[in-house]
């Protein structure tokens, strides 16, 4: 583990800022649901995996978070974790502020235009909070279990069996806080329970997807701000 000298490095700093900023982008853009045809069909979605389009920003997340706790330990892991969680409820005020603020005439967008493509649903975000407070101290906290386990080898289990959870945990709660159960309790929108569950599948691939293609930039990463030579041809060195 990275010793702290008082001084932020720049991996530290670079860090920080790729976990804030896809955390904000992700509570902006989680209201809108994509669909990506696959070449082969899966249970329940098909040839289709469909998800919230915050899923490749959340994902970012994981692997920011993962490298952090990798380098910096626990207690700072769960530090940027609950520190980005207010950062992003400071830019949904900032948004919310600039829509409610007087428009002017010349105004290239309009304020209806405005307010539909960056104001978040409050399912959206109450769905998407609560995944993240869970999902994200749970993939702290077992990621640095599963270190205390193994020792400093082993980074692409912690990272992959860290994330593989998190991420379940965190599409479970969102999809169905944002999509049935908010809607149901306060009125709304409430997706059926089949699209409620391509939802859940199409995004849940997406980011084990991405679990599982990140580890070599996570190891690529942790090496670097350790100052540590790159394995041959990318491969992992004994013990990994």
């Known amino acids: ?119 978040p649903a409050g399912y959206i975000v109450a769905g998407s909070s609560l995944a993240y407070l869970v999902s994200q101290n749970w993939d702290v906290w077992f990621f640095h279990r599963i270190r205390e386990e193994t020792g400093r080898g082993k980074l692409w289990l912690r990272n992959i069996a860290s994330t593989g959870t998190s991420q379940a945990i965190d599409t479970v709660i969102f999809v169905s806080v944002a999509f049935f159960i908010a809607p149901t309790i306060f009125g709304g929108f409430v997706m059926d329970p ?19 293609v990140d580890t070599p930039a996570v190891y690529a990463v942790v090496r670097l701000a350790r100052g540590e030579p790159s394995s041959p041809s990318g491969t992992t060195v004994a013990g990994e």
């Open 1 to 119: 583990m990275t010793e702290s000298t008082g001084t932020p490095t720049l991996p530290q700093v670079a860090l920080i800022a790729v976990f804030v900023t896809a955390l904000v982008t992700a509570q902006l853009t989680a209201a809108k649901i994509l669909a990506f045809s696959i070449p082969i069909s899966l249970p329940v979605t098909g040839s289709e995996l469909v998800m919230p389009g915050a899923a490749l920003a959340y994902a970012i997340t994981y692997f920011a978070s993962d490298c952090y706790t990798e380098l910096y330990g626990k207690r700072a892991g769960q530090i940027v974790v609950n520190v980005a969680f207010a950062m992003s409820f400071l830019a949904l005020a900032l948004v919310f502020s600039t829509a409610a603020a007087p428009i002017a005439g010349n105004s290239a967008v309009g304020a209806a235009e405005f307010e539909s493509v960056l104001l």
């Open 194 to 212: 089949g699209p409620l569950a391509a939802l859940m599948i199409g995004q849940y691939v997406l980011k084990l997807t991405i679990a599982l």
